[in-house]
């Protein structure tokens, strides 16, 4: 297998991380922002939901051969519920978990999540509406939640979010809301919107003042790993996790789930975010929260993040090892790899975020420097977090040059 050159002259950044936390004990800090229950409440409950079921793991053998290293695995979260991504394990319970408070204190009693899941109290969830701001799939996942728990919903993107992703929110019944400027304008103008009418911000980010439900989102998280963890073969666990940086939510719930399940065993975590876009890079290298100011939107629309969440920082500054970042130019044909079957691993559709991690450990399999910052090897095993699918089949399409339909189909 013959890999794209531009694997061996992309522009990658890497810093590690000063603040790593290297003991095996659980830290504090960390369990205030995910505890143990927390996280088990919400991998018990989403489990339970309808159409429930663990996403594929598909071993890479003919990449990891090409690469030089024991195992590849791609957590393929493109089957992920209707949403087809990840994030319909965090936004969507936390619209449940916001019901449950809401309906709860407007009864005077505690009502429970099997009761919001199954609809029980519409008439008064049918009176509240949430709110939230996105690149596309936390906001499909938040509409697709409103539509299934019964609530109202009302979604702001910016001006880049594509058009098959504003569609894909209204068909949940969705209203959207189109905000001229980035990602954290949108974030500003959906709390404003939502202070002047009533509304709850349903958002996967927190900020003072706002924790609890981004810990919701965060605990749903954690359940793609703990199918990664019992999918994985082999009694040792992966020596490597490459996972996508954005506001920081998915990086935090992976650190606290492993640190909790597999203390000192737990893999090496690797951040990689776009250039355009590295507020986890500059907060690791400042050793404090950087903000950034979006100029520039990157392909991998749902890592557009410039402000680190909070409650994520707390986890990420302690749990993960590096931080790395990258350019577009590797985005397509990392892509067009997992779509074409003859790559000798069959046949994945992988979106433009959904490509990062392994795009970087491709990169650096071609460059001695980073592959030695991330101490790889032939002894590693690596797992890459393909966290969505062909979100916006059209740009899919125009980046591999094939649809999603046919890459299936293959």
């Given amino acids: 297998m013959k890999l794209d050159t531009a694997y061996e002259t992309a522009h990658i950044r890497h810093i590690g991380n000063p603040k790593f936390n290297s003991a095996s004990a659980y830290p504090d800090a960390i369990d205030a922002v995910l505890d143990a229950d927390l996280m088990a409440e919400a991998r018990e409950e989403i489990m339970h939901w309808d159409g429930y079921a663990p996403t594929p793991l598909y071993s890479l053998d003919t990449v990891a051969k090409t690469v030089g290293v024991r195992g590849i695995y791609y957590k393929d979260e493109g089957a992920r519920f209707p949403p087809g991504s990840f994030k319909a394990l965090g936004g969507a319970y936390a619209v449940q978990q916001l019901l449950r408070q809401e309906v709860s204190r407007t009864l005077g009693t505690e ?9 029980r109290h519409e008439d008064i969830a049918g009176r509240i509406a949430v709110a939230t701001a996105t690149d596309g799939n936390h906001g499909r996942s938040v509409a697709w939640g409103a539509r299934r728990f019964g609530c109202r919903c009302v979604i702001y993107i910016h001006r880049e979010v594509s058009d098959g992703r504003r569609e894909a929110m209204e068909a ?20 404003s919107d939502a202070t002047a009418n009533g509304w709850f911000i349903v958002s996967d980010t927190s900020y003072p003042g706002y924790t609890t439900l981004p810990r919701y989102v965060m605990a749903g998280y954690t359940l793609m790993m703990e199918e990664v963890v019992e999918q994985a073969p082999g009694a ?23 640190w909790q399940r597999l203390g000192a065993r737990r893999p090496r975590l690797v951040i990689v975010e776009p250039v355009q876009a590295d507020c986890l890079y500059r907060s690791a290298s400042a050793g404090r929260r950087i903000a950034v100011d979006i100029t520039e939107e ?6 557009s993040c410039g402000e680190v969440s909070t409650l994520a920082w707390t986890v990420v500054q302690q749990g993960v090892r590096d931080f790395v970042t990258m350019n577009d130019d590797l985005i397509a044909p990392t892509m067009r790899l997992l779509a074409r079957p003859g790559n000798g691993d069959g046949a994945i559709v992988a979106g433009e975020s959904a490509v990062p991690g392994l795009a970087v450990l491709l990169a650096a399999s071609r460059q001695e420097r980073l592959w030695a910052a991330l101490n790889l090897g032939p002894a590693s095993t690596i797992v890459v977090l393909g966290t969505e699918g062909a979100t916006d089949p059209e740009i899919y399409e125009k980046l591999t040059g094939i649809g999603p339909d046919k890459v299936l189909g293959a």
């Fill in 172 to 191: 949940y019944g969705a209203k959207v809301v189109r905000v001229d400027g980035n990602y954290d304008d949108s974030v500003r103008q959906a709390q």
């Fill in 236 to 258: 040792q666990p992966p020596t490597h996790v490459f996972l996508q940086g954005g506001c920081g939510g998915l990086a935090a719930s992976m650190v606290a789930y492993l």
């Fill in 298 to 303: 990157s392909l991998m629309a749902g890592l």
């Fill in 111 to 119: 009502v429970s999540l099997e009761g919001i899941r199954e609809r």
